[in-house]
């Protein structure tokens, strides 16, 4: 399936836009959306670009029934010159194919769709916002839509590419967020479907959210399914601790995500020759660092937030206070650098950013 | 919400309908569905039945990417002098609210949902199935609709009950599967979904159940997720044992589902005063009674086949035969029991049979 093959048609009628201050996170979508068919037999099919409209499925279809799904998330920005730029996205369809392994859906070409998403943004590149701290949210995702009860892989999906302008995600600037240590549910474990981003994994986390929302809490840190002790991560972010001068965040153990956010930050901190450590870390060791003054910052990371400093962890029915609530060092830095790569600002030595359009080059 | 509040409309082009031994399971749907919609705030509004027909939605619903979904199973037959009956349903609806509990779903109303099911199996009565072994499998499910892409519980949602004709599990008569017992994957762990229906848990169990079918067994037996030792269930089913005289099933733990044909085996043993445990039973335990040759039988049992013997269980690179491969007695007279009840052929003594349609005294 090449580029050429895909069959586009353009509005005829577009929506009003959103103004920059009053962006809402997925809530309003653009003018388009990229859709392709996947039979049995016949593989991927049909791609095209058409006016963002809504889907007709028989009620039987398996998405309604047996949540084979999975999803990405990644944003679009525009740097200061106006180039259209996109943050490592090889890794997100990369992801997808891992999610779809695991859910037993077909795989799809990287490369194909990666040429799809940029004709999408070309298309409705007036939508992305260009205001500071805006971005255009982009939300790939795959449902199973056989009309059959069965429980077994669909021999039918539609991948689909839908996308939405969306506001700073701290519109008073970066700030520490409160978290509650999740003690009765486990968002996933070993053998199951922690390491897919796929519906299920969040389904099944929003009991807890409530909850802890409920007590004045934003977000839960998920604690292992097994022992519930080891740290696996924070809602949908990432977690890192700076102990002792050593920043740590949980290995990829089979049940948490592989974020790409968490790997960039990663490659930052090596880069920057701060030693990091990929372990197993216990709720009980940030606990007894934090005791004895050693635990400087904590911090989630995700495509949403990139880092989202933590002020406070709710524990045991302790309150561990976090630098004093304030955001820290290492996080502010890490924030700055990673933003401003993002939108062109300071030179991208790491390789992350893919362009859009193809550069002209000017003689 | 009255059951007289219900807007009813009628197809006009009523579809051909399967031949008796032809039916496949959940291909087929009758001429009408249910549905009703809610609304943060309203409630759930505006139940109607309607020609069956496709749903439409946003790309951004939901349900397409947070999977906050439940859904149940059940069966209504005919009885021998044409008496339309349903086993035990009040069961699944009850069954439904506890599933809705935990994927933060609002509850329906569980008199109102069985009213609603009651007039609409009326209504498609013509699609009961009458020969041997066939019945309307009914299926209720809710899916939230908001378009949204927060994680967060959905302010919308729909109901819907459709229904479907399916013909006899045992084609040649009952007849024992082959079971692996899963050593890689985990279905759900304490703290997770696994008490409820909801789609999370049969999308991540497909990868397990498509490597064992690729080695010839029929279904998977799932372990505990925290030590893989203690045994959960199987596929779709609750799974029983019985070792040296006594039924043996995994408790109410946690992270398996309450089957209501799971409950009613119970009680049928109990009423026939045979002894039955509900605890901890570990694939050790029941590897030892198999080499003591105490190991007498062990089954299956859901909605879909009532009770499923089982024949083999692979375990640990050992193929551990039951009873010669043959189904058991106890399998045998729990399932002819089971479904001569449901069909009206014996007396149901512990009142697991409701009308479809109120009966009318004769004098
Ligand atoms: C469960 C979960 N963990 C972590 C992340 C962070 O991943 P990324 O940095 O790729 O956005 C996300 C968000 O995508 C997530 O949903
Ligand atoms: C995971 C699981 N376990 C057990 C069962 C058996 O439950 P029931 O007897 O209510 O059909 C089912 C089927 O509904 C199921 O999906």
Redesign the interface.
Known sequence: MKEHDMEITLTTTKKEKPKSDQLE???V?TDH?FIMDYTEGSGWHDPRIVP?????????AM???????V?EGMKAYYTDDKDMVLFRPEKNFQRLNKSND???IPEVDIDFALAALKKLIVIDKEWIPDAEGTSL?I?P?I?STE???????SSRYKF?I?M?PVGSYYKEGIHPVKIAVEK??????????GTAK??????????A??VSEENGYSQVLWLD??E?KYIEEV??MNVFFKIDGEVVTPALNGSILDGVTRSSIIEMLEHWNIPVSQRKISMEEVYQAHQEGKLEEAFGTGTAAVISPIGEFFWNDEKLILNEGKTGELSTKLYNTITRIQTGKEEDQLGWITHVEEKVTQE
Chains 1, 2 share one sequence.
């Open positions: 996170f997925g809530k979508f959306m963002y409209q809504s889907i007709t499925l028989e009620p039987s998405i309604f029934h047996y949540g084979q799904s999803f695991r859910l037993c949210y939300r995702f449902i009309p059959y009860l069965g429980v077994s892989p689909i839908i939405s009765e549910f486990v968002r996933a474990v070993v053998g199951g479907t796929t519906g299920g994994n969040y389904a099944s986390s929003l009991k959210q409530k399914g097994v519930k809602g949908s």
